[in-house]
Nanobody
């Protein structure tokens, strides 16, 4: 059984920062791509950032220069550093990992609220 445990969400003022973490544990063999999606109320889930096994990154058009994704392969953990947060970044953030063979695992989601 594979578990993804997310942490780091919360309430922050506009212009503030948060760092999300997502640790994968259990019977998971060789993680390839890791990433983050988010879903705001009344909207579809959208890709925020991904990082490949080789360290290549890709970001949604709304976040480059403000968000940074990174990973620690020894800990099977992916991070999302979010700076200069805006109210429109408010959403539930979900991490995911892709294991060797293509199986995708999802975290439970963590709420990020940007409000004054």
């Amino acid at each position: 059984q594979v578990q993804l445990v997310e942490s780091g969400g919360g309430l922050v003022q506009p212009g503030g920062s948060l760092r999300l973490s997502c640790a994968a544990s259990g019977s998971i063999f060789r993680i390839t791509t890791m990433g983050w999606y988010r879903q705001a109320p009344g909207k579809q889930r959208e890709l925020v950032a991904i990082i490949t096994g080789g360290g290549s990154t890709n970001y949604a058009d709304s976040v480059p220069g403000r968000f940074a994704i990174s990973r620690d392969n020894a800990k099977n953990t992916v991070y999302l550093q979010m700076n200069s947060l805006k109210p429109e970044d408010t959403a539930v953030y979900y991490c995911y990992v892709v294991a060797w063979g293509g199986t995708v695992y999802w975290g439970q989601g963590t709420q990020v609220t940007v409000s004054s």
